[in-house]
């Protein structure tokens, strides 16, 4: 009989400790707030893996493991998060734009004007150990797209990140979690492995790894709350049938 475990897979965007960095989609969430969050996983002796770790091995022992997340690529997971990863010996996935310097869907909407990360500062991650996967090129809407646009978004963004990291990339972040069955098959077409959502999809992390549902840190998560988001409540993954996914998949 397989045996279930738990996996949280968190969603994060930006780490901040200036009021000016803020913006209205509160997609965001405090330095202070952030570090308290990072020394309760480390009190508890949780270990932060990447999708990287599952595809090396995919039966692996999930108790008291999570997989931490940062959408965009903002330069803030870069000069507040990975300084306080470090300090805690934790890795994660980052989901990269690939093809602008700063985050134009947001401003577009009010947002502050938010540099992402240059390739200096993505290297030195990478050499750590963060994962980085894509998040199109432009972060558009996927589902208003044509899809030779889809196409071009998924492809492109992985390509650009592989030419920038030189590594391969197997993971992909939906913009906006916006997706449907011809964007997750032109994603699987792709060649990457895994593939993330927001707060869509099943509950089971391998009935449908390419739309991994993902549980969201925002300004009004009290630590409280976190607890509960770390716990295993919100995510189960049966091995068992990862095992089988992945064993399928090697045969393709």
């Known amino acids: 009989m397989p045996t279930n475990y738990q996996l949280p897979v968190l969603l994060y965007h930006r780490i901040v400790n200036q009021k000016c960095a803020i913006g ?4 965001y969430v405090w330095e202070k707030e952030f570090e308290k969050q ?3 996983l480390h009190q508890q002796n ?3 893996i990447t999708f990287e770790d599952l595809q090396k091995d995919p039966i692996q022992n999930l108790n008291k493991k999570v997989i931490l997340t940062f959408d965009d690529g903002y330069v803030d ?3 507040i998060a990975f300084p306080i990863l470090k300090k805690y010996g934790f890795k994660a996935v980052i989901f990269c734009v690939s093809k602008t310097t700063n985050n134009t869907w947001g401003s577009a909407e009010g947002e502050p004007t938010v540099e992402l990360l240059n390739k200096t500062q993505a290297i030195e991650m990478r050499n750590y150990g963060i994962e980085f996967g894509a998040h199109t090129q432009t972060h558009p809407n996927l589902l208003l797209c044509s899809a030779t646009e889809i196409k071009r978004e998924i492809e492109g963004s992985r390509k650009d990140i592989e030419n920038l990291l030189e590594t391969k990339v197997i993971s ?3 913009p ?3 997706c449907n069955k011809i964007i997750k098959k032109t994603t699987q077409d792709a ?3 895994f593939a993330v959502s927001t707060n869509k999809g099943s509950s089971f992390f391998s009935e449908d790894p390419f739309q991994i549902r993902r549980i969201e840190v925002t300004p009004k998560t009290s630590l409280r709350s976190f607890k509960k988001k770390v716990s295993g409540y919100y995510f189960s993954l049966n091995t068992f049938s990862l095992k089988r996914f992945w064993t399928k998949k090697q045969r393709i």
């Open 191 to 193: 060649g990457y492995t």
């Open 46 to 48: 949780f270990q932060c």
């Open 38 to 40: 990072m020394l309760y």
């Open 172 to 174: 992909f972040s939906y």
């Open 176 to 178: 906006f979690g916006a």
């Open 77 to 79: 997971n870069f000069d």
């Open 24 to 27: 209205k989609h509160k997609i």
